[in-house]
């Protein structure tokens, strides 16, 4: 069990790096408390992959540092790191039964063969595995083989951490909710360090107690699954994030005031600065209302989705997307729409301006 | 269900059935026709019923020559299967040594196999031959053409050359395929180099492994051509494997009942290996 630190974490996997596309990490800075379950967040491409395979130690990173407990393990490999990863695709060892899979890391750490049999078999019940235990494991099933190497990552009582790449990628969907909250309920259990990448934001929002979203290699965010919905801090969060995502348009920041639509939005933010390249005004769909006066727009399309209605709007600035109940009485033609004070934010070059 | 009757299509079926006809059944019955008849030529024959193949099977050369023959196969596939994936395992996965490494592995298949033969009856050649010179002046008495010892080791260096690669090319292609979270889920459960090779490689070049036994049984249990170039089969009848004892006697000795018969027990020996080997190697299949 470990606290873990990245320090000015960058990473390149090409010798040369003139631009920040050489970089497939960037400035990484993170502090995850031991015992925690964290999940990287971010779509295929932006790092998050490296980012783990470097907490693992199975990359080197070109700069920085990671410390587990304080302790720097930059340059040590993953078996002295002793931490546990489940990869993508279910990894284990055809000719092996499940229990010698299982057993197969502890015998490699010289236990006693008596010590491998009690850790095993209670694995494998945590697991419910016990009665396909002295089975060939090559015969079973997708989900029957991540659990093996799920196992195989659990079985070591003395891991710093457990990872997890994308695990559930190749899992049937009626499965994937049976072992995430399997998951779910083992971090509770047994309390360790848990970091967990995935692209699947429900997957991230339902796993973990903090996410950290990635972009482009960089950290845009880290908040509780709250946080990254009620204030996005980069516009990237705001879309990504949320079904549909965050409406973002562009607007005028001047003197500490925005304009959109040629209207002063009561919002008060705290910077003089007005040389961003891009302004833009954020607001996510659940948090726009219909009403008397305000901005006006051109309801273009609505669908029903049975639990609520997505309303797609034109303004002068471009299209907005609105979330009502289902009850909500859509006017037809031309309407007015208000933004919640309290959900609207403004974005400067893509970052949140307070 | 108004489905027009076309029986149009059987026509373009003819042209295979008549190459097949051609390359494959006409012959084979035409050796099964030989097989139970004797003939003087001008297309005289007549009946004999089992008797050639009751000769064959009772008669001691073609013991000796199948004995022979079940010697080759062994020893090369001893050699060539533990060397072929040795090498794959040490060749570069990426960067300019792989097409290197790939073009140079290809080499020796790309040789006809007449001229594998002649190259190495020179390079083997006791007096002027640089393998062979070499050996005898470092001191080693070495003459392929006289000793029967030195014939069959320069046989089979000459097969482990020719044929290797095919192992190596196999392997590599097996060992490519596999995903690299399996190296890393090694390393984090802490294997050892063997454990890789023994619990990851070696099962997933499995496959590729049972092809490479079969085509090498396949192709050495019917080696013609090289040993013919080389040593004739000789000296004596050291290195006389089964197709050159079989084109001897069909060709050299005109015998053609018993070469048929003899053929034919021959093609049976082959397919019944193939099948014995290819149900154990394939029996966890159904399972996985």
């Known amino acids: 069990m470990a606290k873990i630190t990245l320090k000015n974490l960058s990473h390149s996997y090409v010798s040369k790096q003139n631009s920040n596309e050489d970089w497939a990490l960037r400035d990484i800075n993170i502090d995850w408390k031991d015992g925690g379950a964290y999940a990287l967040l971010g779509p295929s491409g932006c790092g998050k992959t490296t980012l783990l395979n470097i907490i693992s130690g199975l990359l080197r990173p070109t700069k920085g540092e990671v410390l587990f407990n304080d302790k720097d393990m930059t340059s040590l490999n993953p078996v002295e790191r002793d931490i ?43 697991l419910e595995l016990t ?55 083992l971090h509770q259990k047994i309390n360790r360090t848990m970091i967990y990448v995935t692209h699947d934001q429900i997957e991230a929002l339902t796993f973990a107690d903090q996410v950290v979203v990635m972009h ?40 500490g005031q925005i304009t959109f639509e040629g209207k002063i939005l009561p919002n008060k933010i705290n910077t003089m600065k007005n040389n961003f390249k891009i302004t833009q005004v954020g607001i996510r769909p659940e948090f726009i209302n219909f009403s008397k006066d305000g901005i006006e727009v051109k309801i273009k399309r609505v669908s029903d989705t ?29 309407a007015h729409i208000s933004f919640d004070q309290k959900y609207t934010y403004a974005y400067g070059d893509n970052w949140i301006i307070e | 269900m108004n489905k027009t009757l076309n029986q149009k299509a059987w026509f373009f079926v003819i042209p295979v059935f008549v190459l097949v006809a051609f390359n494959a059944a006409v012959p084979l019955m035409t050796v099964v026709n030989y097989s139970f008849q004797e003939t003087f030529g001008s297309n005289v024959f007549a009946w004999e019923g089992t008797r050639w193949f009751k000769e064959i099977l009772h008669s001691e ?16 596939l001893l050699i060539q299967l533990p060397l072929g994936i040795g090498i794959a395992l040490t060749m570069p996965k990426k960067g300019w040594g792989v097409p290197v490494c790939l073009i140079l592995m290809s080499m020796p298949l790309l040789i006809p196999w007449n001229v594998v033969g002649a190259m190495w009856n020179i390079f083997a050649l006791p007096d002027i031959g640089f393998l062979g010179n070499s050996l005898n002046s470092i001191g080693f008495d070495y003459n392929f053409t006289q000793q029967s010892g030195d014939a069959w080791f320069t046989t089979i260096l000459m097969d482990v050359w020719h044929w290797t690669s095919l192992v190596v090319l196999l392997s590599y292609a097996g060992l490519n395929s596999i995903q690299p979270a399996y190296y890393q889920a090694a390393e984090i459960d802490g294997a050892s180099r063997w454990d890789i090779f023994r619990y990851i490689e070696l099962p997933k070049m499995k496959k590729v492994l049972t092809l490479a036994i079969l085509l090498r049984f396949m192709d050495s249990f019917m080696i013609y051509t090289e040993p013919f170039v080389l040593t004739g089969g000789g000296p004596g009848n050291a290195t006389n494997f089964l197709s050159l004892d079989l084109v001897k006697m069909a060709l050299g000795q005109f015998d053609l009942g018993p070469a048929a018969a003899m053929s034919l027990i021959y093609f049976l020996i082959v397919l019944l290996i193939c099948w014995i080997f290819y149900t154990i190697m394939m029996k966890d299949e159904g399972r996985a």
Request: hydrophobic share 40%.
């Open chain 1, 216 to 255: 482009e290699g960089q950290i845009v965010q880290t908040g509780t699954p709250v946080e990254l919905f009620e204030k996005p801090k980069h516009t990237f969060v705001g879309h990504f994030i949320g079904s549909p995502g965050m409406n973002i348009l562009p607007c005028d920041i001047k003197n």
């Open chain 1, 131 to 185: 009665s396909t235990l002295h089975n060939k494991a090559a015969g079973l099933t997708a989900d029957g083989k991540q659990k093996i190497s799920l196992g195989r990552g659990l079985v070591r009582s003395d891991v710093n951490v457990i990872m997890f790449d994308e695990p559930l990628t190749v899992i049937d969907p009626h499965l994937k909710w049976v072992l995430r909250s399997k998951l779910k309920e």
């Open chain 1, 84 to 126: 546990a990863q489940i990869f993508q695709f279910p990894v284990i060892y055809d000719t092996m039964t499940v229990y010698d899979n299982l057993a197969f890391p502890l015998k490699n750490r010289g236990l006693s063969e008596i010590e491998i049999d009690t850790k095993v078999k209670e694995i494998g019940e945590m």
């Open chain 2, 61 to 76: 050369r073609f013991h000796a020559s199948l004995g022979r023959q079940v010697i080759f196969t062994f020893i090369i």
């Open chain 1, 306 to 334: 049975g639990r609520h209605k997505v309303v797609d709007v034109e303004c002068r600035s471009g299209n907005i997307k609105i979330l009502a109940n289902s009850s909500t009485k859509i006017p037809s033609g031309s």
